[in-house]
Protein backbone atom coordinates (compact mmCIF):
# COMPACT_ATOMS: atom_id res chain seq x y z
CA UNK A 1 0.00 0.00 0.00
CA UNK A 2 1.69 3.16 -1.11
CA UNK A 3 1.29 6.86 -0.49
CA UNK A 4 -1.97 8.46 -2.35
CA UNK A 5 -1.48 12.07 -3.31
CA UNK A 6 -5.60 12.44 -4.12
CA UNK A 7 -5.72 12.74 -0.41
CA UNK A 8 -4.00 15.69 0.01
CA UNK A 9 -5.02 16.95 -3.74
CA UNK A 10 -8.70 16.66 -3.62
CA UNK A 11 -9.12 18.38 -0.76
CA UNK A 12 -10.30 21.91 -1.08
CA UNK A 13 -9.92 24.60 1.72
CA UNK A 14 -13.24 25.60 3.32
CA UNK A 15 -15.12 22.80 0.89
CA UNK A 16 -13.97 20.01 1.82
CA UNK A 17 -13.57 18.62 5.88
CA UNK A 18 -12.14 15.69 7.30
CA UNK A 19 -13.93 16.80 10.16
CA UNK A 20 -17.78 16.68 10.50
CA UNK A 21 -18.19 20.23 9.94
CA UNK A 22 -20.51 19.93 12.37
CA UNK A 23 -18.21 18.85 14.99
CA UNK A 24 -15.33 21.49 14.08
CA UNK A 25 -17.71 24.11 15.09
CA UNK A 26 -18.87 22.89 18.25
CA UNK A 27 -15.49 22.30 18.88
CA UNK A 28 -14.20 25.72 17.51
CA UNK A 29 -17.10 27.36 19.83
CA UNK A 30 -16.31 25.37 23.48
CA UNK A 31 -12.22 26.01 22.68
CA UNK A 32 -11.57 29.46 22.00
CA UNK A 33 -10.48 32.17 23.73
CA UNK A 34 -13.35 34.83 24.10
CA UNK A 35 -10.69 37.99 24.05
CA UNK A 36 -8.92 39.52 21.14
CA UNK A 37 -5.54 39.24 22.64
CA UNK A 38 -2.73 38.36 20.04
CA UNK A 39 -2.10 35.37 18.68
CA UNK A 40 -0.38 32.58 20.58
CA UNK A 41 -2.15 34.22 24.41
CA UNK A 42 -3.50 31.40 24.94
CA UNK A 43 -0.64 28.61 25.12
CA UNK A 44 1.56 30.94 26.49
CA UNK A 45 -0.59 31.34 29.63
CA UNK A 46 -0.97 27.48 30.00
CA UNK A 47 2.37 26.92 29.03
CA UNK A 48 3.84 25.80 32.49
CA UNK A 49 1.57 22.78 32.12
CA UNK A 50 1.17 22.83 28.59
CA UNK A 51 5.23 21.44 28.38
CA UNK A 52 4.52 18.57 31.00
CA UNK A 53 0.78 17.06 29.74
CA UNK A 54 2.15 17.40 25.66
CA UNK A 55 6.16 16.24 26.30
CA UNK A 56 5.02 13.28 28.39
CA UNK A 57 1.90 12.33 26.25
CA UNK A 58 3.24 12.41 22.97
CA UNK A 59 6.73 10.62 24.17
CA UNK A 60 4.29 7.86 26.15
CA UNK A 61 2.87 7.14 22.53
CA UNK A 62 6.17 6.88 21.37
CA UNK A 63 7.05 3.99 23.98
CA UNK A 64 8.77 6.68 26.30
CA UNK A 65 8.61 4.72 30.37
CA UNK A 66 8.77 7.45 32.20
CA UNK A 67 6.32 9.01 34.29
CA UNK A 68 4.19 12.13 34.08
CA UNK A 69 5.18 12.71 37.84
CA UNK A 70 9.42 12.22 36.68
CA UNK A 71 8.60 14.41 33.73
CA UNK A 72 7.04 17.28 36.13
CA UNK A 73 10.41 16.77 38.43
CA UNK A 74 12.43 16.82 35.23
CA UNK A 75 11.41 20.26 33.62
CA UNK A 76 10.89 21.84 37.50
CA UNK A 77 14.55 20.67 38.44
CA UNK A 78 16.51 20.81 35.38
CA UNK A 79 18.83 18.36 34.37
CA UNK A 80 20.78 16.76 37.52
CA UNK A 81 24.05 16.28 35.74
CA UNK A 82 25.49 12.83 34.41
CA UNK A 83 24.50 11.16 31.21
CA UNK A 84 20.84 11.46 29.79
CA UNK A 85 19.01 8.14 28.93
CA UNK A 86 17.05 8.54 25.65
CA UNK A 87 13.64 8.50 27.45
CA UNK A 88 14.77 11.77 29.50
CA UNK A 89 16.70 12.58 26.27
CA UNK A 90 13.19 12.93 24.50
CA UNK A 91 11.35 14.43 27.06
CA UNK A 92 13.95 17.49 26.90
CA UNK A 93 13.31 17.52 23.37
CA UNK A 94 9.71 17.92 23.50
CA UNK A 95 9.99 20.63 26.01
CA UNK A 96 12.35 22.65 23.61
CA UNK A 97 10.27 21.55 20.60
CA UNK A 98 6.86 23.72 22.55
CA UNK A 99 8.77 26.37 23.51
CA UNK A 100 10.30 27.65 19.92
CA UNK A 101 6.90 26.61 18.50
CA UNK A 102 5.08 28.96 20.92
CA UNK A 103 7.87 31.78 19.91
CA UNK A 104 7.62 30.83 16.36
CA UNK A 105 4.24 30.28 15.45
CA UNK A 106 2.67 33.93 16.05
CA UNK A 107 5.44 35.61 14.49
CA UNK A 108 6.05 33.10 11.57
CA UNK A 109 2.92 31.54 10.89
CA UNK A 110 2.25 28.14 9.89
CA UNK A 111 5.32 27.20 7.42
CA UNK A 112 7.59 24.40 6.42
CA UNK A 113 10.69 25.91 7.43
CA UNK A 114 8.83 26.24 11.15
CA UNK A 115 8.21 22.08 11.20
CA UNK A 116 11.62 21.12 9.57
CA UNK A 117 12.85 23.01 12.48
CA UNK A 118 10.49 21.43 15.23
CA UNK A 119 11.46 17.59 13.88
CA UNK A 120 15.17 18.81 14.35
CA UNK A 121 14.20 20.07 18.12
CA UNK A 122 12.44 16.29 18.71
CA UNK A 123 15.07 14.69 17.39
CA UNK A 124 17.93 15.76 18.57
CA UNK A 125 20.71 13.89 19.77
CA UNK A 126 18.28 11.05 19.18
CA UNK A 127 19.29 9.29 15.31
CA UNK A 128 22.61 8.44 14.55
CA UNK A 129 22.69 10.09 11.05
CA UNK A 130 22.65 14.01 12.02
CA UNK A 131 21.38 14.27 8.15
CA UNK A 132 17.97 12.84 9.13
CA UNK A 133 17.20 15.74 11.16
CA UNK A 134 15.77 19.03 10.44
CA UNK A 135 15.65 17.46 6.66
CA UNK A 136 13.28 15.91 3.83
CA UNK A 137 13.44 12.07 3.66
CA UNK A 138 15.73 10.62 1.63
CA UNK A 139 15.04 7.06 2.13
CA UNK A 140 12.66 4.27 3.03
CA UNK A 141 10.89 3.89 5.92
CA UNK A 142 8.42 1.07 7.05
CA UNK A 143 5.98 1.62 9.51
CA UNK A 144 5.48 -1.16 12.19
CA UNK A 145 2.42 -3.24 12.08
CA UNK A 146 1.27 -2.02 8.63
CA UNK A 147 1.14 -2.89 4.97
CA UNK A 148 1.61 0.98 4.02
CA UNK A 149 4.81 2.02 2.79
CA UNK A 150 4.85 5.64 2.38
CA UNK A 151 7.05 7.87 -0.87
CA UNK A 152 10.58 7.53 -0.23
CA UNK A 153 10.93 10.48 -3.71
CA UNK A 154 12.47 13.24 -1.90
CA UNK A 155 11.14 15.87 -4.58
CA UNK A 156 7.20 14.43 -4.11
CA UNK A 157 7.52 14.95 -0.17
CA UNK A 158 8.95 17.70 -0.27
CA UNK A 159 6.70 18.90 -3.18
CA UNK A 160 3.44 17.47 -0.84
CA UNK A 161 4.83 19.26 2.23
CA UNK A 162 4.42 22.27 0.16
CA UNK A 163 1.28 21.52 -0.79
CA UNK A 164 -0.42 20.61 2.93
CA UNK A 165 0.76 23.76 4.46
CA UNK A 166 -0.90 25.73 1.84
CA UNK A 167 -3.91 24.03 2.75
CA UNK A 168 -4.00 24.85 6.01
CA UNK A 169 -3.18 28.17 5.69
CA UNK A 170 -6.10 28.73 4.23
CA UNK A 171 -8.26 26.77 6.13
CA UNK A 172 -10.49 29.14 8.29
CA UNK A 173 -11.65 26.98 10.83
CA UNK A 174 -8.64 26.35 13.10
CA UNK A 175 -9.96 22.92 14.74
CA UNK A 176 -10.35 21.80 11.40
CA UNK A 177 -6.68 22.87 10.41
CA UNK A 178 -5.23 20.99 13.29
CA UNK A 179 -6.73 17.85 12.39
CA UNK A 180 -5.98 18.13 9.04
CA UNK A 181 -2.24 19.13 9.45
CA UNK A 182 -2.53 16.23 12.17
CA UNK A 183 -3.36 13.33 10.03
CA UNK A 184 -1.31 14.73 6.73
CA UNK A 185 1.87 15.29 8.48
CA UNK A 186 1.50 11.59 9.69
CA UNK A 187 0.23 9.96 6.42
CA UNK A 188 2.82 12.03 4.41
CA UNK A 189 5.99 11.01 6.87
CA UNK A 190 8.33 13.45 5.58
CA UNK A 191 11.40 13.23 7.82
CA UNK A 192 13.11 10.23 8.33
CA UNK A 193 12.27 10.00 12.17
CA UNK A 194 9.95 11.66 14.59
CA UNK A 195 7.07 12.18 12.31
CA UNK A 196 4.38 11.09 14.78
CA UNK A 197 6.09 13.54 17.19
CA UNK A 198 5.86 16.62 15.12
CA UNK A 199 2.23 15.91 13.58
CA UNK A 200 1.26 16.22 17.19
CA UNK A 201 2.71 19.23 17.98
CA UNK A 202 2.28 20.89 14.70
CA UNK A 203 -1.53 20.01 15.20
CA UNK A 204 -1.04 22.86 18.15
CA UNK A 205 -0.31 25.87 15.11
CA UNK A 206 -3.61 26.77 14.03
CA UNK A 207 -4.80 26.28 17.40
CA UNK A 208 -2.11 28.89 18.90
CA UNK A 209 -3.01 31.45 15.67
CA UNK A 210 -6.31 31.49 16.61
CA UNK A 211 -5.72 31.38 20.65
CA UNK A 212 -7.91 28.22 20.54
CA UNK A 213 -7.02 25.75 23.54
CA UNK A 214 -4.31 23.84 22.75
CA UNK A 215 -4.63 20.07 21.78
CA UNK A 216 -2.14 18.09 24.88
CA UNK A 217 -3.17 14.07 23.85
CA UNK A 218 -3.50 13.45 27.02
CA UNK A 219 -5.43 10.03 28.47
CA UNK A 220 -4.77 8.12 25.00
CA UNK A 221 -4.06 4.80 25.13
CA UNK A 222 -1.26 3.59 22.29
CA UNK A 223 -3.94 1.21 20.71
CA UNK A 224 -6.56 3.60 19.92
CA UNK A 225 -3.80 6.03 18.53
CA UNK A 226 -2.48 2.75 16.58
CA UNK A 227 -5.80 2.00 15.03
CA UNK A 228 -6.88 5.44 14.57
CA UNK A 229 -3.16 5.59 12.14
CA UNK A 230 -4.12 2.23 10.65
CA UNK A 231 -6.95 3.06 9.15
CA UNK A 232 -5.45 7.02 7.85
CA UNK A 233 -2.28 4.93 6.13
CA UNK A 234 -3.89 1.73 4.76
CA UNK A 235 -7.35 2.65 3.73
CA UNK A 236 -7.11 6.61 3.82
CA UNK A 237 -10.27 6.43 6.61
CA UNK A 238 -10.14 8.97 9.22
CA UNK A 239 -13.26 7.99 10.99
CA UNK A 240 -11.07 6.58 14.18
CA UNK A 241 -8.72 9.66 13.90
CA UNK A 242 -11.80 12.16 14.23
CA UNK A 243 -13.14 10.36 17.22
CA UNK A 244 -9.92 10.48 19.01
CA UNK A 245 -9.60 13.66 18.18
CA UNK A 246 -12.42 14.86 19.50
CA UNK A 247 -12.30 12.58 22.31
CA UNK A 248 -8.88 14.35 22.76
CA UNK A 249 -9.85 17.86 22.47
CA UNK A 250 -12.89 17.80 24.60
CA UNK A 251 -10.32 16.83 27.56
CA UNK A 252 -8.07 19.51 26.77
CA UNK A 253 -10.60 22.06 25.74
CA UNK A 254 -12.01 21.43 29.48
CA UNK A 255 -8.46 21.19 31.26
CA UNK A 256 -6.78 24.69 29.66
CA UNK A 257 -10.09 26.49 30.17
CA UNK A 258 -10.11 25.56 34.14
CA UNK A 259 -6.51 26.18 34.55
CA UNK A 260 -6.99 29.47 32.57
CA UNK A 261 -9.51 30.45 34.53
CA UNK A 262 -7.92 30.33 37.57
CA UNK A 263 -4.59 31.74 36.50
CA UNK A 264 -6.34 34.85 35.72
CA UNK A 265 -8.46 34.63 38.91
CA UNK A 266 -7.07 37.49 42.05
CA UNK A 267 -4.51 35.83 43.84
CA UNK A 268 -6.19 35.64 47.32
CA UNK A 269 -3.13 36.51 49.35
CA UNK A 270 -2.72 39.62 47.54
CA UNK A 271 -6.08 40.91 48.24
CA UNK A 272 -6.02 40.09 52.18
CA UNK A 273 -2.61 41.97 52.47
CA UNK A 274 -3.19 45.13 49.68
CA UNK A 275 -2.70 47.63 52.76
CA UNK A 276 0.59 45.57 54.77
CA UNK A 277 1.73 45.19 50.72
CA UNK A 278 1.73 48.85 50.44
CA UNK A 279 3.30 49.52 54.06
CA UNK A 280 6.21 46.79 53.35
CA UNK A 281 6.96 48.33 49.61
CA UNK A 282 7.38 52.08 51.74
CA UNK A 283 9.22 50.65 54.52
CA UNK A 284 11.96 48.87 52.07
CA UNK A 285 12.42 51.56 49.16
CA UNK A 286 11.31 54.92 51.05
CA UNK A 287 12.54 54.20 54.63
CA UNK A 288 16.10 51.76 53.73
CA UNK A 289 14.72 48.35 55.52
CA UNK A 290 15.11 45.58 55.00
CA UNK A 291 12.36 43.21 53.78
CA UNK A 292 12.72 41.07 56.73
CA UNK A 293 13.28 44.22 59.43
CA UNK A 294 9.64 45.60 57.23
CA UNK A 295 7.74 42.42 58.38
CA UNK A 296 8.27 42.97 61.89
CA UNK A 297 6.04 45.83 61.86
CA UNK A 298 3.42 44.37 59.35
CA UNK A 299 0.34 41.77 60.68
CA UNK A 300 0.67 38.97 58.70
CA UNK A 301 -1.18 35.53 59.54
CA UNK A 302 1.66 33.06 60.63
CA UNK A 303 0.06 30.23 57.64
CA UNK A 304 0.38 33.37 55.02
CA UNK A 305 3.82 34.27 56.11
CA UNK A 306 5.78 32.38 53.51
CA UNK A 307 3.30 33.25 50.53
CA UNK A 308 3.44 36.94 51.14
CA UNK A 309 7.32 36.58 51.14
CA UNK A 310 7.08 35.93 48.09
CA UNK A 311 5.10 37.99 46.60
CA UNK A 312 6.98 40.96 48.51
CA UNK A 313 10.31 39.96 47.04
CA UNK A 314 8.53 39.29 42.91
CA UNK A 315 6.97 42.75 43.47
CA UNK A 316 10.65 44.54 44.35
CA UNK A 317 12.05 42.19 41.76
CA UNK A 318 9.80 43.37 38.96
CA UNK A 319 9.28 47.63 40.78
CA UNK A 320 10.43 50.23 38.14
CA UNK A 321 9.15 53.78 37.84
CA UNK A 322 6.15 53.29 35.42
CA UNK A 323 4.37 50.72 38.02
CA UNK A 324 5.51 52.31 41.10
CA UNK A 325 2.35 54.61 41.54
CA UNK A 326 0.18 51.46 42.80
CA UNK A 327 2.42 51.61 46.31
CA UNK A 328 2.25 55.53 46.39
CA UNK A 329 5.87 56.00 45.55
CA UNK A 330 7.66 58.53 43.61
CA UNK A 331 9.30 58.02 40.39
CA UNK A 332 12.47 59.56 41.72
CA UNK A 333 12.53 57.64 44.87
CA UNK A 334 12.13 54.34 43.38
CA UNK A 335 15.00 55.07 40.65
CA UNK A 336 17.16 55.92 43.17
CA UNK A 337 16.45 52.75 44.80
CA UNK A 338 16.62 50.66 42.26
CA UNK A 339 19.99 52.38 40.96
CA UNK A 340 21.25 51.50 44.48
CA UNK A 341 20.95 47.78 43.61
CA UNK A 342 17.18 47.46 44.69
CA UNK A 343 18.88 46.74 48.60
CA UNK A 344 16.12 44.72 50.45
Not at 53 to 77: A, Q, V
Not at 174 to 195: I, K, M, S
Not at 219 to 236: F, K
Not at 252 to 265: M, W
Amino acid sequence: MGYDNGFVNSYIPNQSSLLPPQLATELYNAGRSRDQQPAGTYAREVLEQLLIDLSWSSSRLEGNNKSLLDTKELFELGQQGGPLDEDTLMLLNHKSAIEFMVDAVPTEGIIVPVIVDLQAKLMRDLLRDSRDIGSIRRRVVNIDGSVYTPSSIPSLLEETLNAIVDKVRNIRNPVEAAFFLWVNLAYLQPFADGNKRTSRLSANMPLMLYNCAPLSFLDVERSDYATAMLGLYEQRNVAAAVDLFEFIYRRSIQKYSVLRASLSAPDPIRIKYRQAMNELMQFVVLHGRTLEAAFADVHVDAADSAALRLIANTELDQLEQYNCARYNLARGLTQRWIDAGRRR
